[in-house]
C-alpha cells in the first residue's frame, strides 16, 4: 500500500508523526526523516547508443535508458562511472569500461555486471562475430591486443605482440575474409598490418613490408578498406608511403602502384571514396603534385584523374562525395581558389562547377550532406561570409541557401570545425548556426530558404545552449544542451519545433545529503550517527533518533563550508571512532562518547579503508608517503596508534582497496601483496613478528589467490579464494598453515566454481554458497565443510542464485528475477514471487517478522522498498517512494534498528537522497482458493487440465494441486487459472487445491479418469518440438534427428479413439503434420521417429 510523504509547513523538513502513522494504517510505511541538503546539478549526458529499441547513455556518471518519452527515462545502475568509455553493443548487450574495470549491461540493474579488472577501452574497436576486438593497458602487458564476449573467462589477451614492458599499440581494426586486420608493432618489424582469428597461434604479422624494421603503416586518413574482394591500406616499404593491397595471404601483399618515384617521399594517398567499379583519392605525385587519382584496383588502371592545378602545384582535392552518379569535391586551380568541382570518373568530365567566390580566394566549401536530390555543404564568400549552400548538381542550382547572419562572418564562421554540426533528420537538414541574435543554436532547412529558419531557441537570448554529443537515432536527434534553467541535460528533435525538446530533467531533483555517503552510518547507543551535506556546512557529523526533531548536525568538525567527510565508523571500547578530515591538520582517527564536548581527534592516520575490531584494538588499512597503503592498529590513542608492518617494502600498496579485514580466534586474517606472491591469505597478532603470510594459495608473483568473503562457521573461517589449479573455489582455514584448505572442487580443473560476490550464509548445520558446477551451471551449495559434505542442492525450479540470507531458519535468495525461500530441500524450496512479474532485487535485512529488501517491478516501478514474512501473500511493495519509472534504491547498512523502526537512505524526486525512517505494518490476510470449472472433465495420465477459479498463487510452485490425493504437475499459474498435467497412477475423484500460506479447496465434481488401450508407452519429454501449440492448420515438428527420412503420427481423442494418422517427410530436421481436418478439441499426439516415441497433448483451434 502506498502512503504519501507528508511535508509541514517549514520548506526544509519532513515531520515524522509515528503515532499519526501508526493510527491511519496498519500496513508498513516509509516517510522522509529530514531533508538535509537541497542543492542540484547537471547530467552531462554522453555515449548515446541504441539498442532494443531504447537509446542508452550516461549521465550524472551513470548509466541511464529512454524510450524516447520523460516517463520512460530512467537510470539503468547504480553503479558510480568513471574515466568511462563509450557505449559498445556485443550480442545485445552493452560493453564500457569505467575506472580500469570492464562492465556489461543487458539494460536492468541486475544485468549490470562487471566483467574485469585492468581493461581500458579507447575509440579504437571493433565488433566481429559478437566479439570485442580492442587495444588494452593491461598492467602486465602495456598496450596489447585483446578480446571479450562480455563474459570474465572470454575477456583476454590475445597475443602480447610487442613482449615485455613495451607496447604494440593495436589499432585501426578491420574485418575481412572472416577476420581481424590492424596495424600493430612488433619492436622487431615496425608498425605492419597484422591479422586475427582471436586466437594467440592465429594472430600474426601479415607481411614485413618495410624489411628495415622501419615499418610505417599510414592509416590515420581512412584505415583499411575492401575494394573488388580485396583490403586496401596506405603502407610504406622504405620508399614512401604508396597504396596497397592484399588477399589475406603475405604473398597476395603487393603494391598497387609507385605513384610518387621521387625517393622516399611517397604519393601520401588519403581520402578513399569508392565510386562504382573505381574508388577515387587524394596522391601526391613528383610531377603533378597533390590531385585527384582514380583506380580500378589494377597498376595499369590506376591514374591521375586530372592535373586540376597545372604542373607541379597541388590541386589538393578533398571532401569527395557521391551524388546522383558523379563525385562532388573542393579543390583549387590556376585561376580559382578552393571551389567546388564535380567529375564523372573522367577527365573530359572533371570540371568546376561554379565559382562560388570570385577570384583566387575561393569558397572552401566543406561538410557536405546529401538528403533527397539536394546536396547541402558549407562556403564562404566576401559578402555573405560562412553560410549555408545547396546544389541539385547544376551550376544554376548551386546557390546560397539563405543569409542567416547578415553579418561578413557568417552564421557558420565560428560553428565550422568547431565539432559535428549537421545532420539528416526526416529528410531535413539540422544544423547548428549563430543569426547574431540567438546564438548558436538549433537550425532546420527543407533545402528552401523559406524552410531555412531557426528550429529552437533552447537558450533564449545570445547566450548559446552549447549543443553536442549529438547522435541520430530513428529520424530523431539526441543531443546534450543547456537551456540556462535545467542545466545541461537529454534533448531530443525530430525536426519540428514542438518535436525539439527536454527529454527529462535527470537532476531536477536535489542531490540530497547521502548522494555519495550512503555506507556512512552506524548505530550507537541507541542513536544512528552519519555523514550528511546540509548545503551550508559541508559534509559533517549528523545523529538522528529516528524523529524530526532528533534529526540535527551532531558536530560541525571542520569549520564552514568545508568538509570533514566522516566514515569508516566503528564501535570500540563504548565509544564511536571514526575517520575525519579536521581544521589544521587534525586529519585522521577521532572519537567520541556521544558528547559535542568529548568528540576529539585522536591522531594523524591517513585511514582508506573499514575498521575491524579485534579483542582490545583496532585495525585497518591507511597510507603514509613511506609506506603505501598497509596495515595498521590502533588502542584508541595516539600512542597506541602505529603501522603493525610494511608487507611490501617501499612505497607500493600491500593492502588491496577492497574489504579484506576478518576477526578471527582473537587474530586479525587479511589479504596483502608482499610483491613476491601476489594478494594472499595473511594473519596478524598486531605485532611485526607476528604478521605472516598465512598460505600462497596461488603461488607466484603473478599468481593471486585474491581471498574474499570471509564467513564464520563451525569454528573456521571460510572464503573464496582462486589457485592455478582449481580456479576460484570455497576454502577454510583454522589459522594455521596446514589447516588452510580447499573444502571441494565443485568446478573441477582450473574452471571457477565460485566466482561470485555473494557472501555464504548459515543455516542448520550447513554453509549456503553460490557456485558453478562442470556443466557451467550456477546453482545453489551446501557444506558441512568436508569435502564428501558438500552438495549442490537440487535446483529443478530455480537456477542462478544470488542475495542468500537466512531468517526464521529457511534461507531466501533470488534466482532469475524471482524471490524463493528454502529449508535446505528441493521440497522445501518455495517460490514466492511469479517469474511472470519482472523483479530485480538488492540487499536484504532481516527485521523481527520479516525480511526487508530491495526490489524493481521491471519498466514500471524503479528500485523500491520491499518486505516479506516468507509467504506469497505476504511479499509485497512497501511504498513507490520514489514514484513512477525512477528508484529510491533505499539501503541498509548494520544494525540500524531504533525503537521498532528502521533507518534507510533513500532517494526521491523532491529531496534527492535522504534519511527515511521504516515503521513495520501487519499483513494481509490470506485469501481462500476457490475452483469454478476445470475442463476437459476426463482424462488419463499426461493429460492438461486447465482449471479456472480465484486466489489462486500466480507462482507455480505455491499451489499444491491433487486429483483424487494425486498431485498433479502445475504447468502455468495466475490468480484466476492454473493449467496441470495428471500424473500416472491417478484415480477418478475430487480435484483439491492448497495454496502454500496454508489455505485449501476441493470440488464437488469428480475428475473421470479415462484409459487409452490402444497405446502403451508413457507420456514421455524429449528434446522434439511441436509447435504451434495451439494450432489451427498445421503443426511443425523441430530438432528431429536428420539421418531419418521420415516420421509416423498418430492423432487420439483424449478418451483413446484414433481420429488421424499419417507419414510426413523429414527435411533437414524438421516435418510438418496437417491436422487441418479435426474439429477443434484437445488430442493425443503420438510421433514416432526410428525407435523413438513421443507423445505430446495438442489444442486445435
Same mark, same amino acid.
Given at each position: ?16 508523526? $509515528? ?133 570474465? #573467462? ?31 608493432? /612488433? ?7 597484422? *591479422? ?34 580485396? %583490403? ?22 603487393? *603494391? ?29 605525385? /613528383? ?52 571551389? %567546388? ?108 530558404? #523559406? ?31 543547456? =537551456? ?114 568529548? +568528540? ?52 607500493? =600498496? ?19 601483496? =608482499? ?41 573456521? $573461517? ?32 582450473? #574452471? ?124 509485497? *511493495? ?16 548494520? =544494525? ?6 528502521? *533507518? ?87 480435484? +483439491? ?53 521420415? $516420421? ?54
Amino acid at each position: 500500500m502506498k502512503k504519501a510523504i507528508q511535508q509541514i509547513s517549514s520548506p526544509f523538513l519532513i515531520a515524522i508523526i $509515528l503515532s499519526y502513522l501508526t493510527s491511519i494504517s496498519s500496513f508498513s510505511q516509509v516517510t522522509l526523516l529530514r531533508d538535509i541538503y537541497t542543492g542540484t546539478e547537471n547530467s552531462n549526458p554522453s555515449s548515446f547508443i541504441e539498442m532494443n529499441n531504447k537509446i542508452y547513455f550516461i549521465a550524472n556518471s551513470r548509466l541511464w535508458e529512454t524510450d524516447r518519452t520523460s516517463n520512460g527515462t530512467r537510470r539503468v545502475s547504480e553503479l558510480y562511472l568513471r574515466s568511462t568509455s563509450e557505449l559498445i553493443k556485443v550480442n545485445n548487450r552493452l560493453l564500457f569500461t569505467s575506472n580500469n574495470q570492464l562492465w556489461v549491461t543487458d539494460g536492468t540493474s541486475d544485468g549490470t555486471q562487471k566483467v574485469k579488472d585492468g581493461v581500458t577501452i579507447s575509440n579504437n574497436y571493433i565488433v566481429v562475430n559478437d566479439q570485442l576486438y580492442f587495444a588494452n593497458n593491461f598492467e602486465t602487458s602495456n598496450t596489447e591486443l585483446w578480446i571479450s564476449d562480455g563474459t570474465e #573467462a572470454g575477456t583476454q589477451l590475445v597475443k602480447d605482440i610487442n613482449p615485455g614492458n613495451v607496447s604494440s599499440y593495436p589499432g585501426y581494426f578491420q574485418v575481412y575474409k572472416n577476420q581481424v586486420f590492424f596495424s600493430a608493432d /612488433d619492436g622487431t618489424h615496425g608498425r605492419e598490418v597484422w *591479422m586475427t582469428d582471436g586466437t594467440k597461434a592465429g594472430t600474426k604479422l601479415l607481411k614485413n613490408i618495410d624489411p628495415s624494421g622501419s615499418g610505417i603503416i599510414s592509416l590515420g586518413h581512412n584505415g583499411f578498406f575492401e575494394f573488388k574482394g580485396k %583490403l586496401y591500406f596506405e603502407a610504406s616499404n622504405g620508399t614512401g608511403t604508396e597504396v596497397w593491397m592484399t588477399d589475406g595471404t603475405e604473398a597476395g601483399t603487393t *603494391m598497387l602502384k609507385d605513384i610518387n618515384l621521387s625517393g622516399t617521399q611517397g604519393s601520401n594517398p588519403r581520402f578513399f571514396t569508392l565510386f562504382g567499379d573505381h574508388f577515387i583519392f587524394q596522391a601526391q605525385s /613528383d610531377t603533378q603534385g597533390i590531385e585527384a587519382w582514380i583506380s580500378d584496383g589494377t597498376e595499369a588502371g590506376t591514374k591521375i584523374l586530372k592535373d586540376i592545378y597545372t604542373g607541379i602545384n597541388n590541386g589538393s582535392p578533398d571532401g569527395f562525395t557521391v551524388f546522383q552518379g558523379k563525385i562532388y569535391f573542393r579543390a583549387t586551380d590556376n585561376n580559382h581558389g578552393s571551389e %567546388l568541382w564535380v567529375t564523372d570518373g573522367t577527365e573530359a568530365g572533371t570540371q568546376i562547377l561554379k565559382d562560388l567566390n570570385n577570384g583566387t580566394e575561393g569558397s572552401a566549401p566543406n561538410n557536405f550532406v546529401l538528403i533527397n536530390s539536394q546536396l547541402f555543404f558549407v562556403a564562404s564568400d566576401v559578402t555573405n561570409g560562412t553560410e549555408l549552400w545547396i546544389t541539385d548538381g547544376t551550376e544554376a542550382g548551386t546557390k546560397l541557401l539563405k543569409n542567416i547572419n547578415g553579418s561578413s562572418t557568417g552564421s557558420l564562421g565560428n560553428v565550422v570545425f568547431s565539432y559535428d554540426f549537421m545532420w539528416n533528420v526526416g529528410g531535413r537538414l539540422v544544423f547548428v548556426a549563430d543569426d547574431g541574435s540567438n546564438g548558436k543554436e538549433l537550425w532546420v532547412s527543407d533545402g528552401t530558404e #523559406a524552410g531555412t529558419q531557426l528550429l529552437k531557441d533552447i537558450r533564449p537570448g545570445q547566450q548559446e545552449s552549447a549543443i553536442q554529443n549529438v547522435k541520430v537515432f530513428n529520424n530523431q536527434l539526441f543531443f546534450q544542451a543547456n =537551456d540556462g534553467t535545467h542545466g545541461s541535460e537529454v534533448w531530443l528533435s525530430n525536426g519540428t519545433q514542438t518535436g525539439t525538446k527536454l527529454l527529462k530533467d535527470i537532476t531536477s531533483r536535489p542531490i540530497g545529503s547521502f548522494s555519495k555517503t550512503s555506507h556512512r552510518l552506524i548505530k550507537y547507543n541507541n542513536k544512528i550517527y552519519f555523514a550528511a551535506n546540509d548545503d551550508l556546512k559541508g559534509q559533517e557529523l549528523w545523529v538522528t533518533d529516528g524523529t524530526d526533531v532528533g534529526t540535527q548536525l551532531f558536530k560541525d568538525i571542520n569549520p564552514g563550508s568545508s568538509s570533514s567527510a566522516p566514515q569508516y565508523f566503528t564501535v570500540f571500547k563504548n565509544k564511536l571512532y571514526f575517520y575525519a578530515n579536521g581544521p589544521s591538520n587534525q586529519t585522521g582517527l577521532w572519537e567520541t562518547d556521544g558528547t559535542q564536548a568529548n +568528540t576529539r581527534f585522536i591522531t594523524t592516520v591517513y585511514i582508506s579503508g573499514s575498521i575491524v575490531v579485534v579483542g582490545n584494538r583496532m585495525f585497518f588499512r591507511a597510507f603514509d608517503d613511506t609506506h603505501g597503503n598497509e596495515l595498521w592498529t590502533s588502542d584508541g590513542t595516539s600512542a597506541g596508534t602505529r603501522l603493525v608492518k610494511d608487507t611490501q617494502p617501499g612505497t607500493l =600498496d600491500g593492502l588491496p582497496p577492497f574489504k579484506s579485514l576478518a576477526s578471527f580466534k582473537g587474530q586479525l586474517v587479511f589479504v596483502a601483496n =608482499d610483491g613476491t606472491h601476489g594478494h594472499e591469505l595473511w594473519i596478524s597478532d598486531g605485532t611485526e613478528a607476528g604478521t605472516t603470510l598465512l598460505k600462497d594459495i596461488n603461488p607466484g608473483s603473478a599468481g593471486s589467490a585474491i581471498p574474499s568473503g570471509f564467513t564464520l562457521f563451525n569454528g573456521q $573461517l571460510f572464503f573464496f579464494a582462486t589457485s592455478a589449479t582449481e580456479g576460484s573455489e570455497l576454502w577454510t582455514t583454522d589459522g594455521t598453515t596446514t589447516g588452510t584448505r580447499i573444502v571441494k572442487d565443485v568446478n573441477p580443473g582450473s #574452471a571457477d566454481g565460485t566466482k561470485s560476490f555473494e557472501r555464504p550464509a548459515i543455516l542448520n548445520g550447513y554453509l549456503y554458497f553460490v557456485a558453478t558446477n562442470s556443466n557451467g551451471q550456477k546453482g545453489l551449495w551446501k557444506t558441512d565443510g568436508t569435502s564428501s559434505g558438500t552438495t549442490e542442492l537440487t535446483a529443478s525450479i530455480f537456477s542462478s542464485p544470488d542475495y542468500l540470507n537466512v531468517f526464521n531458519n529457511q534461507l531466501f535468495f533470488t534466482s532469475r528475477r524471482s524471490l524463493y525461500k528454502t529449508d535446505g530441500t528441493e521440497a522445501g524450496t518455495q517460490q514466492l514471487t511469479s517469474g511472470n512479474t519482472p523483479l530485480s532485487f538488492g540487499g536484504f535485512f532481516a527485521f523481527n517478522d520479516r525480511i526487508l529488501f530491495m526490489s524493481n517491478q521491471g519498466d514500471s516501478i524503479g528500485f523500491e522498498l520491499w518486505e516479506t514474512n516468507g509467504t506469497e501473500t505476504g511479499t509485497r *511493495m512497501i511504498q513507490d517512494i520514489n514514484t513512477g519509472p525512477e528508484s529510491s534504491f533505499p539501503h541498509f547498512f548494520g =544494525d540500524w534498528a531504533i525503537d521498532n523502526k528502521i *533507518m534507510l537512505v533513500a532517494n526521491n524526486n523532491q529531496f534527492g537522497r535522504e534519511l527515511h525512517v521504516y515503521n513495520k505494518g501487519s499483513f494481509p490476510a490470506i485469501p481462500t482458493p476457490k475452483i469454478t470449472d476445470f475442463s476437459p472433465k476426463s482424462g488419463f495420465a499426461g493429460t492438461e487440465v486447465i482449471i479456472t477459479g480465484e486466489n489462486f498463487s500466480a507462482v507455480k510452485s505455491s499451489n499444491l494441486v491433487k486429483f483424487n490425493g494425486t498431485t498433479a504437475e502445475v504447468l502455468n499459474a495466475s490468480n484466476a487459472s492454473l493449467t496441470v498435467k495428471i500424473a500416472e497412477g491417478t484415480s477418478t475423484g475430487k480435484i +483439491t487445491i492448497d495454496i502454500a500460506d496454508g489455505t485449501s479447496y476441493a470440488t464437488s465434481e469428480d475428475f473421470i479418469i479415462s484409459q487409452v488401450t490402444s497405446l502403451t508407452d508413457d507420456l514421455n519429454e524429449s528434446s522434439i518440438s511441436v509447435f504451434p501449440n495451439p494450432t489451427t492448420n498445421i503443426l511443425q515438428v523441430t530438432h528431429l534427428n536428420p539421418n531419418h527420412q521420415s $516420421l509416423i503420427y498418430q492423432v487420439y481423442t483424449l478418451h483413446g479413439r484414433l481420429v488421424h494418422k499419417g507419414k510426413s517427410r523429414i527435411k533437414g530436421t524438421q516435418a510438418l503434420i496437417d491436422v487441418k481436418q479435426l474439429p477443434t478439441g484437445s488430442y493425443l499426439l503420438l510421433i514416432e521417429v526410428g525407435k523413438e516415441n513421443i507423445q505430446k497433448i495438442i489444442v486445435k483451434k
